[in-house]
């Protein structure tokens, strides 16, 4: 983005099919996380569909005279040694709230080791799963460092049925998105003939570290989490279980508090020493990740800009470094949305994803046991016949069965014209037939 203008900008596109119009908004990560861009297109919309009356007269706003060069500094200085203050106390506090947190869990293990064999159980889950963590990131084929341009795909489901997934599974609904994740990312290995047999995806899993009275807060309050899971576990009820499994863990070692203190001691260092350091680790050939994967929960109800309805809110993540597709999840009025980014060059057929995604959603819904609700209203209509079913092209054509609610009424022998059944009512024969 031009970094002589501010770091956000928005983009009218009419003259789509259907008459539709779109609004695509970029807006820089320092300025807002996923949660505060919300809170940012929640203040541009309406939840009202009727317009606002327009403003009678234009506003004037007031450009404010540039300062001299010894106000600036004298302004700078003092503004970073506030914000390094700042820093210094927040890591503190994230440090002794990190420790009441541990040792209030220690307390919790001790005694339930006392009773049962809980303190037992964290120990072999520890074991099992802390090296996973531990290990080096196993590049996938996207893995590459990244060159440009960039592609988009995305593509909706239901946040209905991933809510009955989720309390059918006892998990939660990031755990849901994480699985449909990883299913996808399989698949497309797979599809490109790569073996995911004993491979492991890591995701950088960005965590809101807001309460729930700052949710309008601007800026960045998020910390990243380390989810690594199989590949190659192909039963999606199965898979869902190591992810929940994986995510809990990580919350009972305070992963995000621990990026959180890491993220706050970097941050330290001065304004100048980060801006050169962050563009050249973003392109050593190192892979801490396969890909980002970020869920952003969103109103559930519907938007409307100038009395337009929002029908659709497709999520966008950046990618750069050796994470070369990334993938943002957005839910909006009951669907969750997906947002699949990379570069042509390391993933061309970028497209692919979306087909995958809702192959690998159905796969686990079918699993849960999960009917929608137009598959079971179709099943309720539909009659049960116990006819024999023979192939079309070996019955006669004066054969073929049509229900009587549906067959075409012919008029007596006496007045019927010569000729061939007109063609839509082959036409609607033949559909029955295939139906039956």
Not at 351 to 375: D, H, Y
């Amino acid at each position: 983005m031009d970094r002589r203008h501010p770091l956000w900008d928005l983009t009218l596109v009419r003259g789509l099919k259907r008459n539709r119009s779109a609004i695509i908004l970029r807006l820089h990560h320092c300025l807002a996380d996923g949660i505060a861009g919300v809170g940012i297109v929640n203040v541009l919309l309406d939840a009202n569909p009727q317009a606002p009356p327009l403003p009678r007269r234009t506003l004037k706003l007031r450009v404010p005279p540039p300062r001299d060069p010894l106000t600036s500094l004298t302004t700078g200085l003092v503004d970073s040694y506030s914000d390094l203050v700042k820093r210094i106390l927040s890591a503190m506090t994230d440090l002794l709230s990190m420790a009441e947190r541990v040792g209030a869990n220690v307390g919790t293990t001790v005694l339930a080791s006392g009773t049962s064999n809980g303190g037992s159980k964290d120990a072999d889950q520890f074991a099992t799963l802390f090296p996973e963590i531990t290990a080096l990131t196993e590049r996938l084929r996207f893995n590459v460092l990244y060159r440009g341009p960039q592609k988009f795909a995305c593509t909706e489901i239901s946040l209905n049925d991933v809510k009955t997934i989720r309390q059918e599974c006892g998990t939660s609904v990031n755990d849901v998105i994480l699985t449909i994740v990883t299913a996808t990312i399989r698949r497309y290995c797979e599809l490109h003939g790569d073996s995911v047999k004993g491979k492991l995806l890591r995701m950088m899993v960005p965590v809101n570290l807001r309460d729930g009275t700052s949710t309008s807060e601007l800026g960045n309050r998020i910390s990243l989490v380390p989810v690594t899971v199989p590949l190659d576990i192909r039963q999606p009820r199965k898979l869902l279980a190591a992810v929940h499994t994986r995510t809990e863990f990580l919350k009972r070692v305070h992963a995000a508090e621990l990026v959180s203190l890491a993220g706050g001691l970097i941050g330290m260092f001065p304004t100048s020493v980060q801006g050169l350091a962050g563009p050249m680790a973003s392109q050593l050939p190192i892979t801490p990740f396969n890909l980002v994967c970020t869920n952003v929960p969103g109103p559930q109800f519907p938007l409307y800009l100038l009395g337009h309805k929002m029908l659709d809110w497709y999520p966008y993540v950046p990618v750069g470094g050796e994470m070369a597709v990334n993938c943002a999840v957005f839910s909006y009025n009951g669907k969750v949305f997906f947002g699949f980014s990379g570069d042509v060059h390391a993933a061309p057929d970028l497209k692919r994803l979306e087909e995958l995604a809702k192959t690998s959603f159905v796969e686990l819904r079918e699993a849960v046991g999960i009917t929608p609700p137009r598959e079971k209203k179709l099943q309720r209509k539909r009659p049960r016949r116990k006819e024999q079913v023979v192939p079309a092209t070996v019955r006669p054509a004066k054969a073929m069965t049509v229900p009587l609610a549906d067959a075409p009424r012919l008029p007596p022998e006496s007045k019927r014209v010569a000729g061939p059944v007109p063609a839509l009512k082959q036409e609607h024969a033949m559909a029955e037939l295939v139906v039956a």
